[in-house]
Each structure stands twice: as C-alpha cells, then as structure tokens.
C-alpha cells in the first residue's frame, strides 16, 4: 500500500515539476547517467529571474510537507539564496476546511465521548484553518470559553508519503559535489523529525505548559491555559484567547495602547526566552501574539519551539553583543569557537566584509541588528560558510521579532534588552559561588574521573612490573619529579575535598559558601601559585 501510495504520489510531483518548467532539467538530469547532454542551456532555469516565484508556487500546490519544507528553508538564506529565502516565506499554510461531521467524528474518537456530552456548546464553523488542522470555538461544561485545535485525518500518511519521496531525493543531490556541503540528507531528517513533533499535538500541549512556567512570575506575559483532559495527539483543547490581534494594535491611531511599552515587553520576554530559558517561540510573527487588557502580551500557537542547550546560549550570547560592538576579529574568533570557521581558513577577505557590513549596518538608514544578521547569514553563504540549524532558527524569529516590535515603535532597541542578560552572565562567569554552584554534576564528575584513574594506574603499574613501559628522565631529577607530582596530588586533593564540603548546609559562611569550603580552596589556589613560581625558577 505505501508503495502504491509513494508511485501515485512520485507521479503527481512530477507532473508539478513540469507544470512550473523543472521538467526539463529534472528529466535530462536523470538521462545524463545514461548519455552526457551536449544541451548548453540544460540549467537555464536556474537563471530564471521567475525561479522563486515557481517554486514556491509548486511547493503551495504539493501541500502540506513541502509548504513546511519551504517555510524551514526561508530560514536558510545562506543554502537556497536571499531570493528563494524572500520567496518562501510567503508560502500561506492553508486548506480548505474539512466537515463539521468529519470534526465530530475525530473529536469523538479521540476522546472517547460524545462531543454534546464532552462539550456545552462546539461552533460547527472553524474560527481558523490550516493544512493540518483546523480551529474551533467551544465552551466546556464547566464553563471556560475554549479553542479546540482538530488535526485532518490522514495528513500523517500524507506526510509520510511525501517524506519518503524527499528523502531518496536528497541522497541523489547529495552525490553533487558542490551541494555536498549543505547536507541536505541532513536537513531533511531534522525536517522530518520537526514536522511530526508539530503534527503530534501532545508536544504543543508539553510546550505551551513549559513556556507558562517560564513566565509564571511575569504578570505582563500570559501563555493559554490548556486542558490536558481535552488533548491528545490530534486533539488540542486551550484557553480562548479574547485579545486584541497584534496586527490591529499596529495599525490602531488612538491612545488605547502603549505600543512603546509593547515592544519592550515583547523583546524582553522574548531575549529571555531565547538567552534566559533556552526555550524560545519559534514563529513569532504578529499573527501568533495577541494584546490583553492591560497591556499584556499573549504568544499563541506553539506547535513548535526553538531549544537552545547551554553552551550555544552562551556562545550566542557573545556573539550578539560581539556583532553589537562591530567587533570584527571577535565574530570571527566567535565563529571559530562556535566550529563554524576552520582556524586554518584565511579570513582577510571575510574581516575586510565583516567590516563594511558593519559600518553600513550600524547607521541610521539601516534595518537595525536583524537587517545585520539577514546580512551575515547571506555573506556566509557567499563564503561557503554554513552555519548551524539553531542559528538559522535564531535569526528567523528574531527578524519576525523585530518587525513586531519596530512596527510598534521605531525607537525600540534590541541590544537594550540583550545587555541586562549580558551583564548577568558575565557576573555569572566571575562569581565563585556559581562556578562550583553545580554540586552534585562537580561530584560525579571527580567520582567518575577518580573510576577512570585508579583503573589506568594499576595498569600502567602492572606494564612496568612487566617490562613492558619504561619511564625516561631527562631534565629533573627524581626528587624533583616525586615532590611536583605530591604537590599536584595535593591540590586534587583539596579541589576534590572543597567541592564535597560545599554540599554541607551547616557550620560557619562566607560568601554563601561553608567556610572550611573556602579555605581548601584557598590554600589549593597558593599551592597552584607556588607550584607555578617554583616550576618556573627551576627551569
């Protein structure tokens, strides 16, 4: 049955490709395994000034999964190009809507109920569809006003479908030497993984309840209360939101909302999402965030979310006020750090771009620091430089972000709320508390280092009884060797000894810490000290 579904489907996509010109270049590139083309023009399409327009029509027209695939590679300026990026953002993920009768049929099935029962009233007319699934009003019996998200049957399989026809797709344009370096088999297994995580409506439900305990101390910024009871894979049950679009708030002229007061609420929640929590809204556009009474902002719609692990936080982090400061060698060393660049590269071409990037993109005509990131993403794309999936990711948003919050104020300044979490971290790296702060991750780690050395020195001991190591000894003595090697134990010692003390609540502080904790660490630092100054004399 997949076969015939994926044969079926193979002859509609083909078709698709004929219908927008790429026929053509499709077909002789499947002959030329066979015969070489003598045919000059074989890739003109490639130079068609209408080649974006066409595909993201064909990518409108396949559906779903390739309007997915096209909103994930408008993110992506540096593999497709700045113009196809443009294009496909203007892929609009909408369907007809399916029945009331077909809604009433998933909605009964999934959960288990009559949908008069399950409900006090369910409006047959959707308030909103997309090519997933659909919205609709409803009330439960206990009276809150809520929204029902219901996913169109058989949009899995589909998806499925379309997914196998693009992979064996990718593999063939993998073997290209000059796409090798995208990886695109790559692409489209973080796209296959991203699209069944937003087509599994648990993961929204798991998102949307992370997100509300990221700001639960935040009365400005509100997360739809959802209803467990209510949801399941292709059901979504969730608060009704009864805001002001964004949108209207935008093009409002009256006095009704402070829109400077907006836009800093939305690009402070939004900078500690992304380089607080890790945990970030990943399709901000105006259209997901509402306006409450008292100028409250309510993000919606959180099918799917950016994770961001620590290190890449902080590495982002740099980076950001690295490109703030028009610091070109420090971006460059960034990208370095971050595995972007090779340290070999040779990057006077690049420090003499990054350069003029900043000096254009830091004045008054510019479109502010994500016009400079939109840039950095197309210039590394003409150095060949890819950079990693949560960059591209990162930048998506925050442009969307930014066009919010600029279009509410024009005088709203990102780094302003960039700089208060950079100040907090830097505080965060030179604080001794927090850098030992991590008792219980310290103590595996020395436990787990100690497991692995006893086992290397009774072997080591045990080659030497043999014959089979021998030690040289060139420029100390063995006295020498015996006395650096106790001093060292005894710093380990100490370090070790310090780091399980601080897991002891009681006894006399000092700086929030067990004291005894503070002078082991005291005395390992004068021990280093003096082992340093006693190894430099008596070289």
């Known amino acids: 049955m997949v076969n015939k579904n994926v044969t079926r489907r193979g002859r509609e996509i083909n078709s698709a490709l004929i219908k ?7 077909n002789r590139s499947i002959k030329n395994k066979i015969l070489p083309s003598k045919d000059d023009n074989e890739y003109s399409i490639l130079l068609d000034p209408e080649l974006p327009v066409n595909l993201r029509l064909m990518f409108q027209e396949l559906g779903t999964a390739f309007i997915k695939l096209g909103q994930l590679l408008s993110t992506r300026p540096d593999m497709v190009g700045e113009k196809i990026a443009t294009e496909f953002e203007k892929l609009q993920d909408d369907n007809p809507p399916i029945s009331y009768d077909e809604v009433k049929s998933i909605v009964e099935r999934e959960l288990d109920g009559n949908i008069d029962e399950l409900f006090s009233e369910f409006s047959k007319e959707p308030l909103a569809t997309a090519s997933i699934g659909q919205v609709h009003a409803a009330k439960l019996n206990t009276g809150e006003k809520v929204a029902v998200k219901v996913q169109k049957s058989g949009i899995a399989d589909t998806i499925d479908t379309d997914l196998i026809i693009m992979k064996n797709l990718a593999e063939k344009l993998h073997n290209n030497d000059e796409l090798r370096k995208f990886n695109i ?66 093009d409002s002229t009256d006095d009704e909302f402070d829109k400077p007061l907006l836009a800093k609420r939305i690009l402070d929640s939004f900078m500690k999402q992304l380089l607080v929590d890790g945990f970030f809204h990943d399709d901000p556009h ?46 460059i060393n960034q990208f370095v750090y971050m595995g972007v660049l090779d340290y070999t590269m040779e990057t006077t071409d690049l420090k003499r771009d990054l350069r003029d990037l900043f000096f254009r993109g830091f004045n008054d005509e510019s479109g502010g620091i994500n016009d400079i990131l939109d840039k950095l993403l197309a210039l590394m794309q003409e150095y060949g430089i890819i950079l ?59 436990k787990n280092m100690l ?45 070790i000894s310090s780091s399980l003390v601080m897991t002891i609540t009681r006894g ?32």
Request: include cysteine.
């Open 508 to 539: 006399p502080m000092l700086f929030d810490m067990p004291l005894i904790a503070v002078i082991g660490y005291f005395i390992a630092l004068v021990l280093s000290v003096l082992g340093i100054i006693n190894y430099l004399y008596s070289r």
């Open 20 to 26: 927008y010109g790429f026929g053509k270049f499709v």
């Open 286 to 331: 105006a259209g997901n965030i509402f306006i409450l009474d008292n100028d409250v902002v309510c993000y919606i719609d959180l099918g799917t979310v950016g994770i961001l692990d620590e290190d890449f936080k902080k590495e982002l982090l740099d980076l950001l006020m690295m490109v703030a400061d028009k610091d070109v060698k420090g971006v």
């Open 388 to 446: 990693p999936n949560e960059f591209a990711t990162m930048a998506r948003s925050l442009s969307m972000i930014e066009s919010v919050t600029s279009s509410l104020d024009p005088n709203a300044d990102m780094m302003a709320s960039v700089e208060p979490i950079a100040k907090g971290t830097i505080k965060e790296k030179i604080s001794i508390k927090n850098f030992i702060s991590d008792k219980k991750g310290s103590i595996l780690y020395y």
């Open 185 to 250: 088999p790559g692409i489209m297994d973080a796209f296959d993984h991203s699209i069944h995580i937003e087509i599994d409506y648990i993961n929204e439900l798991i998102n949307m309840k992370q997100l509300e305990r990221n700001f639960a101390d935040d009365d400005t910024i509100h997360i739809p209360v959802a209803y467990s009871k209510y949801c399941t894979p292709k059901v979504l049950t969730m608060e009704f939101i009864e805001g002001t679009k964004m949108q209207d708030v935008i």
């Open 451 to 495: 497991k692995s050395l006893l086992p290397l020195l009774a072997n080591s001991i045990h080659k030497i009884e043999n014959g089979d190591m021998s030690i040289r000894f060139e420029l100390d003595s063995l006295d020498h060797i015996v006395n650096k090697f106790s001093l060292v134990v005894l710093i380990a010692a100490l370090l």
